[in-house]
C-alpha cells in the first residue's frame, strides 16, 4: 500500500505527467556529454570549414524530427552535441594562442589561501599578458616560507606559466577539457611569496571580501589540526582537506559528495533558513531562503552541483509557496543544461556525471526497485530503494571512471546522509556565531567520522573495463528506465534486467580481457615507479605503487581498464616513497594475491607507514635465486643476493628477470653502478634470448646504468621512470648516452605520458600515452637497423572509414651518426600535402613546416652544420602528398648509410610516399622514382627514412638495407 500511495498521490502524478515532455533533454545532455570523451585532448580546434558546414547542415535537416513526438530528442541531441564540439574547438584555439613559460604577470589576488596537498593554493585573476586578461589561474606556493600577500592585493612577478596537459590516452581522464571549459588554462607555482612585488594595498569585491571573512572565521575556530579541521572546512566552505589522508577514505567509500559543497549541501541551507525565517517571524522563508541560497553560493562559488543545486532548491521553495511544483524532469535537466552550455567539457567531469545519475537514481529509479522487491521486503521495499537506486545508477559510472564501486556504499550514505543533513547547516551557522562548548564537541564528532566511521567503509569492489560497451548500454538502460517509469510504461522486466547485469557485472568483477602476448606497462604517476606486468596464462604482477594515495587510485584504473579481473601478485622493490607510497590506499582499491619484498638484515622495520598493518610481516622475502614461474613466464630474482644492512635502501632494490618465449625483461627498481657492477660479477645477465627489454635502474640518474652493465645486456628498448619536470633532472645525459651507445632505444615515462610495450610477432609494439603507437624490429645496429611503424592518426578523429579529414599519420624517423643525422615527423594537418618537418641527429633537431600543397621545406642540423632541403611538387601537386589512408595503414623505417636525405620527386595521391638515402636502398613507386638530394651537415652522416609500405594494387615496393661499413661522411 504505501508504494501504491507513492506513485499515484496527486503530487506524484502531477511531477510525473507534467514531465514526460521533458525526456529528450536527457538523451540530448547524454550526446552532448559524450563529446568530450569522443574527441582527444590534444585536439587543436581546427577543423575543416566544409565538415564545419556539413554538421550544421545536418543539424537543420533534422530539425522537422522535432514535429513528430517519437523523434524530438535526434535533433536536440545533434544540435547539442555538434554545438558542444564547436565550443571545444573554439577553446582548443583560444588555448593554442594563449603564452606559456616565464612571462611577466600582473594580476589580483581573487581567491583566500588555503593549505592542501603540503602548499599555499589561491588564485590570480590576470591582467598582463593581454591574452590571458580575465582568466582566474590557479597560484601555488611552498606551505613554508615568507606570508604572501592578502586577496584582491594587485601584483606582479617573473612567473612560469604551466599549460594542463593532456592525460594519457589510456585513462578516463580529461583535465584539459576541464581547464578549458573553467577558462583556467595555465597553473601558476612560485618557489616563494617574496618573488610577488604587491602594487598597492588589498582591495577585495563584495564576494571575495565575504569569502575571507568567512575563511578567517573558520580558521579562528577551537578546532585541532587533523580531520576535524579537514572535514569541517570542506562540509561548510568547500576548503579542500589538507591532508590526503582526511580525503582518501571518502573516495573510496563512496561518500566523496559529503565532502564537497554540492547540491545537498545547498538545497539544506536554503530549506533551513526558510524554516527558520518563517518559525521567527511567522512569515512565508521564501525569499529568504532563496536569498540565503544564493548567497551562500557566492561564499562557496559556483560549481556545477552548487548551481544544481540552487536551481532545484529555488524551484522547491517556489513551489511550495505557491503549489505550483516545477517537475524534477525539467528541473534538474534544466540547470544541467545551462551549465553545459557554459562548460562543454562538464560531460568529462565526474561530479556533474555522477550527480547527474545519483539523482536519476534517487528520483525514477526507486519506485521501479521498490515493486521489484516489495514481495521479498514488504514495508521496507521503499526506504530500501532510496538507498540502492543512487548505488546502482551511478555504479557503470564508477566503474569507467574510478575502476571500481564502493562495496559499502549504501550502509556508508544511510549512516553519513542524516549525519550531513543535521550537521552542514549547524556547522555552517557556528563559522559566524560559535557557541562555545558546541564547537569542540561538534569538531570531536567529525574528527571521529573521518578517522574511524567513514575508513570502516572504505572497501572497493574492483571492476574490469575491458569491453566498454556493457557498461555504457548499462548507463543508458538506467536513463531509458528514468524515463519509461516517468511516462507510465511498464518497467519490470527492464528493471529487472538492469538489476541483474549489474549484479552480474559486480559478481564477475567486470568484463576481463586476456593478454595475448607479454606485456610491461609503466603506468603514469609522476616522479615514481608502478609497472604492470602481464603474461599469458598468468595473473597479473604490479611491480611498485608510486609515491602516494593519488598514484594508486591510478594504477587502479589502469588495471580495471586493461580488463585485470584477478588479485594481483605485489611486488615492492625497496622502501621508498616513490615505489612503495600508495600501497595502503593500493591495498583498499585492489586485492593482492601475494606481497613480496626484498630481505633487509637487522631489526629495522623500514616498510612501517607504508602498507596496511601486517601486510609487511606476511609477505614474501626475495632473495636471489628463488624463482617461479606465473602463466607461461618464468620470474627470477637476481638482487639482493642476501639480507643486507644498508642505509640506503636503493642498495637493497629487487631486481627482478622474467623471461616468456624469446623475450626478456628486466626490472632494476632502483639499482645502482654499484649492483650492476656486482651483477655483472655473478655472472648476469648471461646469455640471454633474442628481445630484451630493460627498465633502467635508480629513474636513469647517473648513479645508475653503468656502461659496462648495459653493453653486456644489449637490451632492444630501454624504460626510464622519470616524471615530467622533475626536481632531481632525471633522467641523467650520462645514462641515457650510455644506453644509446649500445643501441637501444630509450623511452621516458614521463615524456611518453606513460608506456605499455607488448611482445610482437617481430619485436616490441610500443604504445604511448600521448597517442604514438610503434613496432621495433631487432636491434638497432650501427649503422644499419630496420623499423616498423603502425600508421596512427595524430589526432584521431574518424569522420567515416576510409576517411581522414584534417588529421594526418606519424611519421617517425631516427637517424645516428657522428656528424649529422636526420629525423623526419611529418603530421597532417588541414588537408593532406601539408606537413611539418622535425629533423635533428646527434648534433641536434630544428622545424620547419610545409607551407602549403607543393611547397614542402625541411631543415636538418647536425654537428658538422646545417643545410636545407626543399621538394616541390609538379602540377599544383604536392611533393609528398599522403591521400586519404584508413587507420591501420603500415608504415616503415628503412635506416641507412648515405649523404643526406633523398626524397620524392613526384608522388601522386594515393601513392606510395617514399623517403630514401642515396644508396641505402632502392625504391619503386609507381608514377614516380626516388630521388637524391643532400641534406644535413657538413659532415654528412646516416640519415633517417621513412616509406609507407602498402604500396597501391599493382604497385611494388623494394627494400634492401645495406651495411656499407661506414659511419658518418
Known sequence: MPIIVGMFSREALWQRLSGCAFWPLAWALAAACAVPWAVPETWDGRVPGALLAGGWLGVAASAPLALRRRWVWLPMALALAWGAFGALGRQSRWEAGLPSGFQRIEGVLAAPWTMAGGARRGAIRVETPAPLRGAVLPLSLPAGGAAPPEPGTPVRFQGELLPVEAQPAFLPERPRWRALGDGAPRRIRLRSALLMEP????????????????????????????????????????????????????????????????????????????????????????????????????????????????????????????????????????????WLMAHPAAGCEPGFLLAWMALVGLVWACEPLAGLCAPLLGRAAPGFARALAPWLTTLP???????????????????????????????????????????????????????????????????????????????????????????????????????????????AGGVGRAPPALSLEAVDIGQGDAFLLRVPGGDATLVDTGPDPAAARRIARVLSRRGVREPVHLVLTHPHLDHAGGWATLARLWPAASTALPAVAGPSAPWAGYGPPGAAAGARRLLRGQAWNRGEAAFSVRWPPRPLAVRDYNMISAVLRVRWRDREIWLMGDALAIQERDLLALGDPGEGPRFRLLKAGHHGSRSASDPAWVGALRPDLALVSAGRRNAFDHPHPEAMAALRSEGARVFVTGTCRGMRVTASGDGWLVETGDGRRLLFSGRFEDPVAHQRLHQRPAHPLVVGAPLLVGFGPHLVGHGQGRAAGDAGLVAGREHPGQFQVLGGGEGGQALGPFQGPGDARGHGHGQGGEGDRQHRGEGGRPAVDLGFRPVGASLQHVHGDGQGIGGPEQVARGQTLVIGAAGAHEQHPPGGQGGEQPGGGDGGGEGAHAGAAHPPPGGRMDVHPRQLGREGG
Open 199 to 338: 602594487l598597492g594595498p588589498a582591495r577585495p569585491w563584495a564576494r571575495l571580501r565575504l569569502a575571507t571573512f568567512a575563511r578567517r572565521r573558520f580558521e579562528a575556530l577551537p578546532l585541532p589540526p587533523g580531520a576535524a579541521r579537514d572535514l569541517w572546512g570542506a562540509l561548510t566552505l568547500g576548503i579542500p582537506p589538507a591532508r590526503e589522508e582526511s580525503f582518501s577514505p571518502f573516495a573510496e567509500s563512496g561518500t566523496i559528495h559529503t565532502l564537497v559543497v554540492s547540491g545537498l549541501q545547498v538545497t539544506l541551507v536554503a530549506c533551513a533558513l526558510a524554516a527558520a525565517w518563517r518559525r521567527l517571524f511567522h512569515l512565508g522563508g521564501s525569499l529568504a531562503g532563496i536569498g540565503g541560497g544564493l548567497a551562500y553560493c557566492l561564499l562557496v562559488g559556483f560549481t556545477a552541483p552548487v548551481w544544481r543545486g540552487l536551481l532545484m532548491g529555488i524551484a522547491w521553495i517556489a513551489g511550495r509557496a505557491t503549489g505550483w511544483k516545477l517537475p524534477p524532469a525539467l528541473t534538474l535537466h534544466g540547470a544541467l543544461l545551462a
Open 397 to 507: 559510472l564508477l566503474a569507467l571512471l574510478h575502476g571500481g564501486a564502493p562495496l559499502w556504499g549504501v550502509p556508508a550514505n544511510l549512516v553519513l546522509l542524516p549525519l550531513v543533513a543535521f550537521l552542514a547547516p549547524v556547522c555552517i551557522a557556528l563559522v559566524f556565531l560559535p557557541v562555545p562548548g558546541v564547537v569542540p564537541a561538534l569538531g570531536g564528532l567529525l574528527g571521529w567520522t573521518g578517522e574511524h566511521l567513514v575508513p570502516a567503509f572504505a572497501r572497493i569492489a574492483p571492476l574490469a573495463t575491458g569491453h566498454l560497451w556493457p557498461w555504457i548500454a548499462l548507463l543508458l538502460g538506467w536513463i531509458l528506465l528514468a524515463q519509461t517509469h516517468a511516462r507510465f510504461g511498464r518497467t519490470r522486466w527492464l528493471c529487472a534486467a538492469l538489476v541483474a547485469a549489474s549484479l552480474g557485472l559486480l559478481a
